[in-house]
């Protein structure tokens, strides 16, 4: 731990992350999680409010429910551009700069969700007020490798871990990611959390839920909650499906979400006649993917790495921990941290059609194999449930012993 980060003086804490709930992703989310159970009261800095009247509804909707420790701010001025060489952004810049110094005061320790733009902003405040401020930056792992792609925000990137008092990763992976950007970066490797008592099944609930996919009762359910973009990787996950049941397994996948590749991966559901054994729920609600978790037999993202884009750990993986189901990820990344091989889930190179076959295979064959697994995993997501992050968080920090 770094000396700086011990100071003994009462720091107040401000979190930024220019996207927020109720929008739904797994940076944010983990910010989100770990500042709303913060011992001491936390600025939750953030964008405006949309120009959209009903996405403004919804986000005003959210920021009157309780917070735990959070108070929510949107005052965060929308960088267009994001360019240090478009006057644009550096008024934004300045704008967010002079709006967390009006909403924390000194010392403060800034908590970014990611190096840019969020951890930028935080490094002009430390600039400005560097005897009275901490900075603390979570890095995530994809957002590393874009970086690679513009010697600007390279250079962004490079100059927030240096100057950060500490770096939160959320894999083994993603240090590494880490330090050969910032070979001298002072890194925590704390994996994001799942809340395991909100995963508890509901066996009513399970069972209309599984009546409602239509499906015989011995078929074995395969989950996979994931944007539909090419890396997920549910196309792999369609031709498993079609392989074991050609071999006679009563076996169906049901996909949530939606995105680009919902059209192809139809298709192609479609093309090898196993329309009837694959579901697309389309974009789902936290509770729809809860029951998708806790209903299904198995969960399966096989994640690809796609130009620079990777899977840095995946939270999906905690939750269908908790709710005791066996997962199948892919090798590229930090998925190999959440899911340990052979113990709570099954490692694959997803690239290799055979190799996710297998895997499924092997699950849909072996219920005693289903089962040891999920149960194992259970346990993993205990030892990751969100009170056990805060607790690593703070000891990172310097406020937890």
């Known amino acids: 731990m770094p000396p700086s980060m011990t100071d003994s003086r009462p720091f107040e804490d401000v979190a930024i992350s220019y996207d927020c709930l109720p929008k739904i992703g797994g940076a944010h989310m983990w910010l989100y999680e ?34 735990g420790s959070l108070t929510i701010h949107r005052q965060a001025r929308p960088i267009r551009q994001l360019s240090l060489l478009s006057p644009d952004c550096l008024a934004s810049y300045r704008a967010h700069v002079r709006a967390l110094r009006a909403l924390s005061g ?3 320790r800034l908590h970014a969700v990611r190096a840019f733009p969020e951890g930028f902003a935080g490094l002009l405040y430390k600039w400005r007020h560097p005897r009275s401020t901490r900075l603390i930056v979570y890095a995530h792992g994809e957002e590393i490798l874009i970086s690679r792609l513009s010697r600007q925000l390279d250079w962004m990137t490079r100059r927030v871990y240096a100057a950060a ?18 070979p001298r970066a002072r890194i925590a490797c704390i994996h994001p959390g799942v809340d395991v008592a909100s995963f508890a099944p509901a066996p009513a609930a399970i069972a209309a839920w599984r009546e409602s996919l239509g499906l015989r009762a011995d078929t074995v359910v395969i989950g996979s909650v994931a944007r539909m973009e090419a890396r997920k990787n549910q196309a792999a996950l369609i031709r498993a499906v079609a392989t074991v049941r050609d071999e006679g397994s009563a076996v169906a996948l049901v996909c949530g979400g939606d995105g680009p590749e919902r059209e192809r991966l139809t298709a192609l559901a479609r093309e090898l006649r196993v329309e009837d054994r694959v579901r697309f729920a389309g974009s789902v609600s936290d509770q729809e ?88 995993g259970l346990a993993w997501a205990r030892e990751n449930d969100w009170s056990a992050v805060l607790t690593k968080t703070l000891r990172a920090v310097g406020l937890h012993k």
């Open 165 to 182: 008092d500490l770096v939160i990763v959320n894999s083994e992976s993603t240090r590494r990611l880490v330090l050969e950007t910032a």
């Open 34 to 67: 770990v500042y709303r159970r913060w011992p001491t009261p936390v600025s939750f800095f953030t964008s405006e409010y949309s120009d959209d009247a009903a996405t403004a509804a919804g986000e005003r909707a959210f920021d009157a429910a309780s917070h």
């Open 289 to 376: 993917k809860k029951l998708i978790f806790t209903g299904c037999d198995i969960h399966a993202m096989p994640s690809v790495q796609l130009g620079e884009m990777i899977e840095g750990f995946g939270i999906v993986f905690l939750e269908a921990a908790a709710a005791g189901k066996p997962s199948i990820c892919g090798d590229i990344g930090g998925q190999s941290e959440a899911v340990l091989d052979g113990k709570t889930g099954l490692v694959v190179d997803g690239r290799d059609d055979a190799r996710v076959t297998e895997a499924v295979r092997s699950l849909v064959r072996d219920r005693a194999l289903r089962e040891r697994l999920g149960s194992a």
């Open 106 to 108: 000194r010392p403060v």
